[in-house]
T-cell receptor
Framework: DSGVTQTPKHLITATGQRVTLRCSPR?????VYWYQQSLDQGLQFLIQ???????AKGNILERFSAQQFPDLHSELNLSSLELGDSALYFC?????????????FGPGTRLLVL | DQQVKQNSPSLSVQEGRISILNCDYT??????FLWYKKYPAEGPTFLIS?????DKNEDGRFTVFLNKSAKHLSLHIVPSQPGDSAVYFC????????????FGKGTTLSVSS
């Protein structure tokens, strides 16, 4: 158990809908990262927050957004969902945002868009 | 263009033997390298890491080797155990703060008893 929690574990929804994925980092970690793993793809970085502020953006679609709250939990919002958004979404956390920080991953949320 | 490549999608090894998983990278600015293990329906679990100033790091049965001139790293598991059967991901990060991990596509290791 990495100490990173994610809810829900599974999510089934329809195209055009909006969903929210939640992540709680390890106790004491200030940095949260979101990754997407599609079929046959490695993990792709989406976005990073550090202590409530956005720090880095990867290949995140404009339909997707995220935030980190004062209690450090984070939410990833996915809107106008398309079939291709079906994937595993992982959250990871690290203590700070420095160099050579190891990231610890949650169990993921499996999203299926029908 | 993939910056981190794991060219072997799968590897089969007998219990007790050595497993060697390989990873190549293209960007010389990578500063930190990590290996993660992933079981089905679980998140990646951190195994071992190495910074670019080292060429070897050991942790129990796991050893990571880094060859910067070849832009190559490898994970050795000795001895291999059936419980090691999983997908192994190589990841790299740049020499700057707040950087995300760049992952390879993974190698599926199967250890038979």
């Amino acid at each position: 158990d990495s100490g990173v929690t994610q809810t829900p574990k599974h999510l089934i929804t329809a195209t055009g809908q909006r969903v929210t994925l939640r992540c709680s980092p390890r106790s004491g970690d200030l940095s949260v990262y979101w990754y997407q793993q599609s079929l046959d793809q490695g993990l792709q970085f989406l976005i990073q927050y550090y202590n409530g502020e956005e720090r880095a953006k990867g290949n995140i679609l404009e339909r997707f957004s995220a935030q980190q709250f004062p209690d450090l939990h984070s939410e990833l919002n996915l809107s106008s969902l398309e079939l291709g958004d079906s994937a595993l979404y992982f959250c990871a956390s690290s203590y700070q945002t420095g160099r050579r920080e190891t990231q610890y991953f949650g169990p993921g949320t499996r999203l299926l868009v029908l | 263009d993939q910056q981190v490549k794991q060219n072997s999608p799968s590897l089969s090894v007998q219990e007790g033997r050595i497993s060697i998983l390989n990873c190549d990278y293209t960007n010389s600015m990578f500063d930190y390298f990590l290996w993660y293990k992933k079981y089905p329906a679980e998140g990646p679990t951190f195994l071992i890491s190495i910074s670019s100033i080292k060429d070897k790091n050991e942790d129990g049965r796991f050893t990571v080797f880094l060859n910067k001139s070849a832009k190559h790293l490898s994970l050795h598991i000795v001895p291999s155990q059936p419980g090691d059967s999983a997908v192994y991901f190589c990841a790299a990060s740049f020499n700057q703060a707040g950087t995300a991990l760049i992952f390879g596509k993974g190698t599926t290791l199967s250890v038979s008893s």
